[in-house]
């Protein structure tokens, strides 16, 4: 695995092509494939053709960005125009749009190297990416074991090297917990950082695009590129964005970190609960200031978040009518082909999710469920807006299991739905939040850590997850696939 500082610093002194580097990554794609699954689709000729365009640049004299010929994964709920754009779902077969969403014209316009389209839970709903309406992605550290949801394949590409780094998106946890389950990090940025603009809607009060890497500094240069404001997106927050390599240091005295003590309680797995409390005594050692912190409200996040999240699908998608994109299924009335396509072009999970927020949201029951959710919701806010008065930044395990077995979890929603226990409220409050590597369980599993920043404290978060990695050596773990 090469960091995207080498691989700047291997093209620029035209130690190796672009091109070279490209066709070695599309290689190791077509070798692991079989096995992994991380693709619904890969971009072969855009990126040899893209990689063409840095080695000619090169050639001229010109300069290049830190991004120019870097290989990466886009997940796909992303709009590639061009370029099929199916959310894993059966609904979307063979769509392909006619626009390019901000973060991926981002990096097409600083030259990064786009190999292909990532699998995932269909429209992100799932923690498990086994609820894709094509494959099912494998966890690059077992194969017989989930690379966690929703953004399973982009995890899954960058802990396999398929990519230096990749893009996923996060609803409930779905870049936190297969960050965890791949041991690599991943990080959820402010709501309102990164542009939605051309991210295919699940539950828009939540969702935010966000980076993979091995490194903290990999995902601090990825988020750098695609942040900042979009007037096409109307959630967007006008902020400067800060160069965040700049905040690194391996001196962490001064900083304040709580421990949410909710946490460490029933349910978690006593070898991640050691991995994360052996990473807080090492953070102690750079010098951070550790104390305990309630969040007494951070429970409810789980059952609000699953009135909250499929209201809001069930208004998001009942945009596919078979009419404005993807399959249609030929009836005798319009009412026939609304239903006969939906039915049969969006899985259990998507289905499942439709009913909840309809009913959540029809008359007589909307007081009780959804706008007391939003209520709660509140509360929950309020836990954090209290912890960040004493605190920097808080301390949570991301998950609390390590990759579960294929299968072990489909037929059991709810058990699945407890793998997001601790990214959840993150979303719920619109706050960043990151997973490190941090372990390894008796099965070789990476164990994952969750760092919680106040809003816009990326920063923070790079900071303390920057010295964590100069310190140790959890993220130079490489999965064995040979
Ligand atoms: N697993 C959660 C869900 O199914 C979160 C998904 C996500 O973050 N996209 O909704």
New binding site residues.
């Given amino acids: 695995m090469t960091s995207i500082l080498e691989l700047h610093k291997q093209i620029k002194s035209k130690e190796r092509s672009a091109v070279e580097i490209a066709q070695e990554y599309l290689e190791r794609i077509e070798t692991l494939e079989p096995r992994l699954k991380s693709f619904l689709y890969i971009t072969t000729d855009l990126a040899l053709a893209s990689a063409k365009q840095v080695d000619e640049k090169i050639a001229r004299g010109e300069e290049i960005n830190l991004l120019e010929g870097i290989p990466i994964a886009v997940k796909d709920n992303m709009s590639t125009k061009g370029i099929p754009t199916t959310c894993a779902s059966r609904i979307l077969e063979n769509f392909v749009p006619s626009y390019e969403s901000t973060v991926t014209q981002k990096l097409r316009e600083q030259g990064a190297i786009i190999l292909g389209k990532t699998n995932l839970?269909e429209f992100?709903?799932?923690?498990s990416t086994e609820n894709s309406g094509y494959q099912v992605t494998a966890n690059p550290w077992d194969i017989t074991r989930v690379p966690g949801?929703?953004?399973g394949g982009s995890a899954s590409a960058v802990a396999s090297g398929q990519a230096v780094v990749s893009l996923g998106?996060?609803?409930?946890?779905?870049?936190r917990?297969p960050a965890s389950f791949c041991g690599v990090v991943g990080l959820k940025p402010t709501y309102g950082l990164v542009s939605r603009f051309g991210l295919v809607a699940?539950?828009s009060s939540?969702?935010q695009i966000g980076p993979f890497g091995y490194t903290v500094e990999d995902t601090a240069i990825l988020l750098e590129a695609i942040a900042g404001y979009d007037k096409k997106d109307s959630t967007s927050i006008k902020v400067d964005i800060p160069n965040y390599r700049e905040s690194f240091t391996t001196d962490l005295k001064g900083i304040k970190v709580g421990i949410i003590k909710e946490t460490f309680g029933e349910g978690l797995d006593q070898v991640v609960a050691e991995s994360v409390n052996q990473s807080i005594k090492e953070l102690e050692k750079l010098g951070a200031e550790v104390k305990e912190i309630s969040c007494p409200r951070f429970r409810y996040g789980l059952p609000i978040?699953?009135i909250i999240?499929p209201s809001e699908a069930s208004a998001n998608l009942a945009r596919y009518d078979a009419v404005k994109y993807g399959i249609r299924d030929e009836a005798d009335n319009l009412l026939e082909m609304y239903t006969n396509t939906r039915a049969k072009g969006f899985g259990a999970?998507v289905k499942r999710?439709i009913m909840l927020g309809t009913y959540a949201l029809s008359a007589g029951y909307y007081d009780a469920y959804y706008l007391k959710a939003q209520k709660v919701r509140t509360l929950i806010k309020e836990d954090f807006d209290n912890a960040f008065k004493d605190v920097d930044v808080l301390i949570t395990p991301t998950a609390p299991t390590t990759a579960f077995k294929a299968g072990e979890k489909t037929d059991d929603p709810l058990s699945?739905?407890l793998?997001?226990l601790m990214?959840?409220p993150v979303?719920l409050a619109g706050l960043p939040g990151m997973s490190l590597p941090c372990g390894f369980d008796s099965n070789n599993l990476p164990i994952g850590m969750q760092l919680i920043g106040n809003v816009l404290k990326e920063d923070v978060l790079f900071k303390l997850g920057y010295a964590y990695q100069q310190a140790t050596d959890w993220h130079t773990k490489r999965p064995n696939l040979s």
Avoid: C, K, P, V
């Fill in positions: 839970d992100a709903m799932g923690s949801g929703s953004s998106s996060d609803t409930g946890g779905s870049i917990q699940y539950a939540l969702d978040y699953y999240a999970e999710r699945m739905y793998s997001d990214t959840i979303n």
